[in-house]
DNA sequence: GATGAATGAGCATTCATTCAT
DNA sequence: CATGAATGAATGCTCATTCAT
């Protein structure tokens, strides 16, 4: 990569990890461009090389961050030593749990910013195809009830999670972390003849 | 009441009323006081006599959207009918899932402000202890597991289905339906011997 | 009036007279909004609660100052003492090149601003019929040879005198005259037989 | 010419033609150095190279174009066959109007450029004399007469045939030309004796 | 010579809030 | 009590110009 390439990648990183920061600790609404490219120390017009406003600054920073989260679950977390998928699916959890409990700034982005409709996008245009993983890990041939799974476990666990890490409130996460496995292994439970 | 309270209440109503509508179709951000004051054929400074800021209209707001939805699950679910607990919450569910389907936009404001947080200052300002309404339904003495359970139902339910009802997405409340009450159910099953 | 109404009239027109100051030395282009309400003392925001933009400043700009010379012609000028349509318009453009040259700033504007196009708007907004009244001037019944001649007189001397009068340049207006005089009698000499 | 003064030859004139493209379709003030640098396909830096600022860019283009304009009336015109001064212009005129009749958008840049101090600039720094050309033609030594006729004959004309051919307002050409025959015969007429 | 990333002053516009009437 | 004209700080965004490569 050239120097000026390189520069060029140091400027949009710092861009974004100062927004990132930012939208964080002040929230999406009530951050400017301004304080952005203040605290990133560089000059207004910078910002809008990168970006084409603060918009898709944040679908960007969503599709970086949540790869991120992805790819460490598939590496780290380990779900591949267990039988069942629930207990495969609770291993994920517990390491994406990890993961938030280290970096609460991001629970706190992801939970103000990744409604399911921005999930899909987000994973949709990821070079790796995440909803095919998680399928294969439910086991599932069923289409429709396998993405109905994913996204109540999606749901559940990023919602009621949030303010247990965040606020401990109404419980902490070690209280709280029975309740959600039962909550899983329910969701999880085998179809109920009709 | 006297002639000029009725009308102060009046004036009251129609700015949350017109609010609440502006809310829910542009969005909080991009309501300004101006919209709010024109649409409720009031003068600007007229708002400043009622709320000390934006802010506190949306406060106020939530507080009142939420005693109204709460005040029908009481008077209209028929919940007393039913014998055990899950029967009982489930009941209340489909009471509140009715009322939100029936107005969309009050989904969508509860969804966007109605965190754990301030549906407790909610719960704790109002005049009825709804707080021991849930715990006598679900026939619970532990205080701890009540909250949590609670807490667990309120989150999962309302970050579920707001995308179910709204945007029919990823299936429409009919088909999650369902899915919802083993969810519930699930939740509330007996607490497994540690 | 009420002393608000007297207030805002007053703020109108201290807008408009600042900005056909500017308009007229700095140019149109050049002329900010900042400098509009700092030349006129007035904050920034008070612009915008009696203009859209700019261009409505402009345009309003363009229909007073019009009307302000015409009404000038219609009360001033004496053209009913002549006989012949040619000395009457005469008369009246000797009367609207003084009223210019009195105030260049004036010729400046209308130079550069009065499109045939716009120049038409402003009259057909106007309360006053001009157009009828110049075709009465000129005694004529065929309307389309009317307008053209009106617009050829306009054309020729607004654009002609322009330089004259702001420049002396190629010559002074005192022996610009006469060259004047022959080209409107060319115009409205009797048209030739085909 | 080398091979790198050909390049520079090349680059040059790319820009202009790209900027007159530009200033006649989005305006002078709304066409950016990066529009035009784009539109060019060179770099941004590269414009800085070649002109001091827009302001020159656009002088230069007034001169180029008013220059092949002259250059076709004298080539092409055929005035050299007419006998009196009046047929002369007149036919010059003809020329002018079908070359600018064929490519409005050199009109457009005209009327909204070549006021008659650019005009006499452009004239005088060009290597040929159309100044004597003029007044050769209108068969004149009174140097003064020569000129104010030159500068009648240029503003009348431009002035009137702008809106008619652009948007044959208040008529279209054909029906004009008569009109302005007859305007440019009485431009020339003898003068009147005092 | 040519490039294009970076700059930052400058612009139009918005809007919560105040206060004289 | 109610009004709405006035405010001006703040925001998103543009663009001519510079300069290191």
Same mark, same amino acid.
């Given at each position: 990569?050239?120097?000026?390439?390189?520069?060029? /990648?140091?400027?949009?990183? #710092?861009?974004?990890?100062?927004? $990132?920061?930012?939208?964080?600790?002040?929230?999406? &609404?009530?951050?400017?461009?301004?304080?952005?490219?203040?605290?990133?120390?560089? &000059?207004?017009?910078?910002?809008?090389?990168?970006?084409?406003?603060?918009?898709?600054? /944040?679908?960007?920073?969503?599709?970086?961050?949540?790869?991120?989260?992805?790819?460490?679950?598939? !590496?780290?977390?380990?779900?591949? !030593?267990?039988?069942?998928?629930?207990?495969?699916?609770?291993? @994920? @959890?517990?390491?994406?749990?990890?993961?938030? /409990?280290?970096?609460? #700034?991001?629970?706190? $982005?992801?939970?103000?910013?990744?409604?399911?409709?921005? $999930?899909?996008?987000?994973?949709?245009?990821?070079?790796?195809?995440?909803? !095919?993983?998680?399928?294969?890990?439910?086991?599932?041939?069923?289409?429709? #009830?396998?993405?109905?799974?994913?996204?109540? @476990?999606?749901?559940?666990?990023?919602?009621?999670?949030?303010?247990?890490?965040?606020?401990?409130?109404?419980?902490?996460?070690?209280?709280?972390?029975?309740?959600?496995?039962?909550?899983? #292994?329910?969701?999880?439970?085998?179809?109920?003849?009709?």
């Amino acid at each position: 990569m050239s120097k000026v390439e390189e520069n060029k /990648q140091l400027k949009l990183s #710092r861009l974004m990890e100062t927004a $990132f920061s930012l939208f964080t600790t002040k929230g999406f &609404a009530h951050t400017t461009i301004s304080d952005i490219v203040r605290e990133a120390d560089m &000059a207004k017009g910078t910002f809008y090389l990168y970006f084409h406003d603060k918009y898709e600054l /944040q679908e960007r920073l969503i599709v970086w961050k949540a790869e991120e989260l992805f790819r460490h679950v598939v !590496s780290e977390s380990g779900y591949e !030593s267990y039988d069942t998928p629930e207990d495969k699916v609770i291993a @994920i @959890i517990n390491d994406i749990l990890e993961q938030l /409990q280290k970096n609460p #700034r991001l629970l706190k $982005f992801i939970n103000k910013n990744l409604s399911w409709g921005v $999930f899909r996008r987000a994973i949709d245009r990821s070079e790796n195809d995440y909803m !095919s993983f998680f399928k294969g890990i439910l086991g599932l041939s069923d289409d429709q #009830r396998a993405e109905i799974l994913i996204y109540l @476990i999606i749901e559940c666990v990023s919602s009621t999670c949030h303010s247990v890490i965040l606020e401990q409130n109404p419980v902490d996460l070690q209280t709280f972390r029975p309740y959600l496995d039962r909550l899983i #292994r329910g969701i999880l439970a085998p179809e109920i003849e009709k």
